[in-house]
């Protein structure tokens, strides 16, 4: 009988610590598929946070042509152009320039940074930063176009943004083309390229022109048809403003 009870005993402590063993198994398991699963929700996130400081953050302006002329033969063309903000739906103080010529060249200038920067959103240099330079025509020369962005100033897009950034975007916009030239400047200020852009198109009156540069770094253009109403209204104003003595 004591042998019998001992065999139970002995089965008992094995059937417990068989239990045990797995138990502590699935919890493992269990403990690891969720760690694994809280890895890859956070890899998203972060990688959402990447994607959405890389296609967001964007200079926007739109421009439609108000006037166009020939004055001695040559194309007048007044150009409206508005920038937006950060959110990209307010409008910020509209400006007009004049340009001469059949086409209207806009410049810019664009910091790109080191990718690392931007993936880890670092706050100085978490994504590229851009200047609009000059607006003119085929028949001028840049240095008789206007500036758009105020030479060595910070714009007006970017002000508001922390001290230590503005103050840190202006040294580089101050270096600029020795940005473009010294590789051992750039890697000193996490710089991975910096250089000239540009777009160019013939004007149209009756079509509006988006300009874009990315959060990457790239001027583009996307040119539309204006809806008719505006079309009639830019024609009625020129009308009223032709026959005002």
């Known amino acids: 009988m004591e042998a019998t009870r001992n065999i139970i005993r002995l089965l008992t402590l094995l059937i417990v610590l068989g239990l045990m063993t797995a138990g502590g198994l699935w919890y493992y398991q269990y403990t690891s598929t969720q760690r694994q699963l809280a890895k890859l929700e956070q890899d998203k996130r972060l990688l959402q946070q990447i994607i959405e400081r890389i296609t967001s953050e964007r200079r926007l302006a739109e421009v439609i042509v108000t006037d166009q002329k020939k004055v001695g033969g040559v194309l ?131 079509f509006l022109y988006t300009l874009t540069i990315e959060a990457d770094g790239g001027l583009s253009l996307k040119t539309e048809p204006i809806k008719g109403i505006y079309v009639e209204a830019l024609k009625r104003r020129a009308t009223t403003q032709t026959a005002k003595p």
Not at 96 to 106: K, Q, R, W
């Open 76 to 206: 007048h063309t007044t150009l409206l152009f508005v920038e937006y903000a950060r959110d990209q739906k307010t409008a910020m103080v509209p400006r007009e320039f004049t340009v001469t010529g059949e086409m209207v060249h806009v410049d810019a200038m664009v910091i790109k940074f080191d990718r690392d920067f931007v993936f880890k959103g670092d706050p100085l240099r978490g994504c590229s930063v851009a200047l609009f330079t000059k607006i003119f025509g085929d028949h001028q020369s840049p240095e008789q176009g206007s500036s758009i962005d105020a030479p060595g100033a910070i714009p007006p897009i970017y002000q508001g943004a922390d001290p230590a950034a503005a103050e840190f975007e202006a040294k580089l916009w101050k270096n600029f083309w020795r940005l473009a030239e010294d590789e051992a400047y750039r890697k000193e200020h996490g710089v991975r390229l910096a250089h000239g852009n540009g777009v160019w198109w013939p004007a149209r009156t009756d």
